[in-house]
């Protein structure tokens, strides 16, 4: 069975643009977590979706969105990037909502310049 | 909400037994105990999850203490593809299944 897939890989943005990353999440999964990972914070939630409704969400501004479509692959978006939004972005994958056995990508590094 | 802690850092030898301990005091009687772990320039990987008993999967061994106040992530033969940073994750309250990432412990598997 395929993992879990995030394109793209590496981004690289100007302070201020917006970018979308991408998750397509492991078949028969319905639930996509999405997670910020930097060297200061270490793993953070963002938000989590289940049958196209953000279900859950972390500490983090409105500028961070989300939105799931009805295949279960999940976008997030980041508008008006600024620098401190340099990071590791990473989906996650499970079967149903609010489990804690999710299945990782491998991440966007988005670097912001 | 249930905290974790883990030492810092491990070392072990490559084909040795490797005994990761996480300590959780408080934590309550219907907390899962899971174990995840993250290669370099990886996402993180699901390792295990436990409520009572002893657990055995493929990748590991988790060992839960009678009281449940602290657990250990067992490998049994350590490869250098296990040198990773090993997290003890407990649910927090009213998380819902986002998954609360600590400082973990780091693992450096010597050949």
């Known amino acids: 069975k395929a993992g879990v897939t995030q394109t793209p890989r590496y981004l690289i943005k100007t302070r201020g643009q917006q970018v979308t990353l991408s998750c397509s999440p492991i078949?028969?999964?319905?639930?996509v977590s999405w997670y910020q990972q930097t060297p200061g914070q270490g793993l953070q939630f963002l938000f989590e979706y289940f049958s196209e409704t953000q279900r859950n969400k972390g500490n983090f501004p409105g500028r961070f969105s989300g939105r799931q479509f009805s295949n279960s692959r999940s976008e997030m978006n980041v508008s008006t990037l600024e620098l401190g939004d340099s990071a590791l972005y990473l989906c996650a994958s499970s079967l149903w909502v609010g489990s804690y056995e999710q299945y990782f990508g491998p991440g966007t590094r988005l670097t912001v310049t | 909400d249930a905290k974790t802690t883990q030492p810092n850092s491990m070392e072990s030898n490559e084909e040795e037994p490797v005994h990761l301990p996480c300590n959780h005091s408080?934590?309550?009687?219907?907390?899962?105990i899971h174990w995840y772990r993250q290669l370099p320039s990886q996402g993180p990987e699901y390792v295990i999850h436990g409520l009572t008993s002893n657990v055995n999967n493929r990748m590991a061994s988790l060992a839960i203490a009678e009281d449940r106040k602290s657990s250990t992530l067992i490998l049994h033969r350590a490869t250098l593809r296990d040198a990773a940073v090993y997290y003890c994750i407990l649910p927090m309250g009213g998380s819902q299944g986002n998954l609360i990432f600590g400082k973990g412990t780091k693992l450096s598997v010597k050949p």
């Open positions: 408080t934590i309550s009687g219907t907390d899962y």
């Open positions: 078949s028969g999964h319905r639930s």
